[in-house]
């Protein structure tokens, strides 16, 4: 294939309601959207022009990981669109090989992640393809889970949870951080009973804390995800020895690599994927290959996506390994207004699109609306 124009779009995306983490509160996405404009070669000899969409699921700092939007902004210039360029001149550019094409530039996933998902949307809709069906999907809807922030107050989080439920989430997932940990958990069992009930504390605790993360054992949760640092991989073995709560990796799987350690550890029972945080949908799809070949459950995360990602997490999340339900919300969770068509929750269910490539594609005049900076970079002849 070969690219005629790259796009880079900043958005600034206002929340519905502010989202606090044991690392800060958002009250807007700053989005970081990638549109490729490609040219690609067709079985018949005949060559098809296409436009593909990437969503580059960085913050707009770097407090959940190392990457954060100006960062990504940058690199994908000055050093990753030129990669893609020089290999396309010796007729080497594809969607598969990108990340191999990319390698020599250390981290940055998902910068990279966001460029390999605008070549493979583009190729697929060059032929008429669903992410979905390419990846290798074998359901046409997943489960919606949902993530709440850290609250003000017990009854301000009760009230959260129970508009939730009532909207049809099957699963809820609560945000964790020291001083807010047990008492909430435990308030939520009490007033909702059996509900499928998860928690996330984003790297907030040590070791030393493993005498009180045991204290969640009672509640009877499907899993704690990320308690230690995102080095801690050794560590969160020895802290999953010490608990019952099946012990869950998001931060620290950065790479299929990533994933075989903390497997071959025991510091993971569970690996949330997100195809930003590991380098891209292909080998988010590879470590839910290994993951699935040792029993490890997987589910898709979320990094508060627009619809583009938000529907390419639900084409991974159909995958048969994905066995538990993701942060795939409905966009009205985060957004009064997407860049896409909104996705809906139906039955506590997300639809997979159907249609060529991600299925769905920012609405032009909404896309302007939010846009706040722009960049082209054209192909060297
Ligand atoms: O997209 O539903 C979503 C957000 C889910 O909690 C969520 N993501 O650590 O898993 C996580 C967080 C990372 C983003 S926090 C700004
Ligand atoms: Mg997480």
């Not at 504390?201 to 009672?218: C, M, S």
Request: include cysteine; glycine fraction near 8%.
């Amino acid at each position: 294939m070969r690219i005629r124009s790259v796009e880079l779009r900043t958005l600034r995306l206002p929340l519905v309601s502010p989202f606090t983490t044991s690392f800060g509160t958002e009250t807007e996405r700053q989005a970081l959207l990638v549109a490729v404009h490609a040219t690609i070669p067709g079985a018949d000899g005949r060559t098809t022009k296409a436009t593909g969409w990437g969503e580059c699921v960085a913050g707009s700092t770097p407090l959940y990981s190392s990457e954060y939007v100006g960062g990504a902004l940058e690199v994908i210039q000055r050093f990753l669109v030129p990669r893609l360029f020089e290999a396309q001149q010796f007729d080497q550019l594809s969607a598969e090989t990108a990340a191999e094409t990319l390698s020599a530039v250390k981290g940055h996933r998902m910068a990279k992640a966001a460029l390999e998902m605008a070549l493979l949307d583009a190729t697929l809709r060059a032929r008429g393809e669903s992410f979905a069906h390419y990846l290798g999907a074998v359901r046409d809807r997943v489960p919606a889970g949902v993530s709440v922030g850290i609250q003000d107050s017990i009854p301000q989080l009760l009230d959260t949870v129970a508009s939730y439920l009532d909207a049809g989430y099957v699963r809820i997932k609560l945000k964790i951080k020291p001083g807010w940990d047990i008492e909430p958990v435990r308030s939520v069992r009490e007033r909702f009973g059996d509900i499928p009930l998860q928690v996330d504390a984003n790297a907030a605790y040590t070791l030393g804390d493993a005498a009180h993360l045991r204290r969640l054992d009672e509640f009877d949760l499907l899993l704690i995800e990320q308690p230690l640092a995102e080095d801690d991989l050794y560590q969160h073995a020895r802290l999953a020895e010490r608990m019952r709560t099946p012990m869950c990796l998001d931060e620290s799987v950065v790479s299929a690599q990533a994933a075989a350690v903390a497997i071959t550890l025991g510091a993971a029972a569970v690996i949330n994927i997100k195809a930003g945080r590991v380098g891209g949908y292909l080998e988010a799809r590879r470590i839910h290959d290994l993951a699935r070949a040792h029993g490890i459950a997987v589910w898709c995360g979320g990094m508060i996506e627009t619809g583009l990602g938000r529907g390419a997490n639900a084409a991974l999340a159909a995958l048969p390994g994905f066995t538990l339900p993701g942060d795939i919300s409905g966009s009205d969770r985060f957004y009064l207004q997407d860049v896409t068509e909104p996705f809906v929750i139906k039955d506590g269910h997300i639809a997979v699109p159907t249609g060529p490539g991600l299925g769905v594609e920012p609405i032009p005049e909404i896309l302007d609306e939010f846009t706040v900076s722009r960049v082209a970079i054209s192909s060297p002849r």
